[in-house]
């Protein structure tokens, strides 16, 4: 039997969320409206983003910018230094909120 | 013809910009948020305890009474679990889209009879319990996890896994897989220590998906370089791996305690975080194996993790313990609680040829490393 014997495969990201993988829970008190900061944090930041993306996507058009250049672009040391910045600014936020 | 191997593993940017975050997220949860929990039992935690015992928690048994009920605590319970499951998705995604190309340049290799190495798997192996029945570090399925014989995702998941950590870590560049420059330097480490030794058999016990072996053939080109693991997967992946990187690697899948090979058979055995992946009770019978397939005067090298009870405080004994309970890494305390000195002294090492001891190694990590050298009674 070779791996294309196999019809539908089931996919790594599918077991993640085979419902026998049950999460414990480990907060005893969960205070669902430090929940509510949290997630309405994270979602007023994907809006921006989201925003944000429309704009250079538009401006991208305009100037020829393709989906191939989108995915072959490479982040220099600064861009990748500022990201990572950012990404902890984000989650410090939200830690900060659910403690 | 197909990219090699080495060159079909790229995260697309998506990809890249969720595994970026998670390992920005489990660099917090596991770097200043634990710190802040271990900052809140000595400051704040233990006093009260003190206060109320007459007497400090000397163990960590007393120690987990003591933070189970606090905030801190659960709540970095609750974001390691969530980031260990969000490195699996986020991998998981990645694998899953590069999967058939991987399975195509493998049938590539394997087609071709000028392949270099081999690799031998053994059907009627039986993995041993309690490590078959693991998922470590909850990797879904688990490292024998298989829908077909030829399923390489298990490998390819875990490969995933080590390159988002080196990413996060800043160990490496993205878009630069399975990056061998610590596992060369493993052969430094050795031929410092060990400068006579000149390796011609080389063996990598729990070779995993092949990385150090990998390495070691690199920075000893003259030497043959052996891997085995229990893994069928992870072997597999090691040898095509390999090939499309021009290195000849003989791969088996067996068992390291009982491995198949002949006695004296090699210069130099090695492994990495191979004795806490893997259940205590096994570990006398893999040592007494490796001295086994010594030749005289061949050493025995090992890499793991430095949580030994007695280098670290009380509350980080209780996050590992965590660790061990709920987060994919069960053999840990059996490991790091064992003598691994008597052990060696046990498996047919002299006493005076036992090493133990703390060394940092790629990237400025440090690593618990313990091994022997076999008594050569002609003296060569």
Redesign the interface.
Known sequence: MNKFDVVERTSVVSMMHDPKRVRPQFIRELDMDKVVDALLRLTMEISVIRDRLDIYEALGEQCGITDAAIESFKATPEIDARRRERRERLIRGVISDLR | MTLPMNKLYRT??EEQARQ??VG??K???NG??EREVVRRYHEELAPAYRAKQGHDATTRYEAIPVLE?D??Y??W???V?SSQ?LL??T???T??RL?PAF?QRA?EIEANPARLGSLKLDPRLELPTPIANTEIHRQ??GYFYR???????AAL?YMGSVENYRTAKGFGA??EPCDTSSDKGLASIVAEKYPQLKPRRVLDMGCGVGAMAMGLKQALPQAEVHGLDLSAPFVRFAHLWANDLGLELHMRQADAASTGYDDGAFDLIVSQILFHETWHDKLPAIMREAHRLLRPGGVFFNIDTPYQPGRIGIPEQVLNNWQVA?NGEPFWVGFSETSVKSELERAGFAAADVFATYQAMGGGREFFMFGAQKTDRNGA
């Open positions: 697309n940017q970026g975050f920005a997220l660099t917090f949860v200043k948020l009920p905030p801190d659960q709540l319970c609750s974001t679990y499951d699996w998705e991998t998981g995604e694998v899953d999967l399975d049938a879904p399925g829908q077909s014989q030829a399923d390489l995702s998941l993205p878009g709920n």
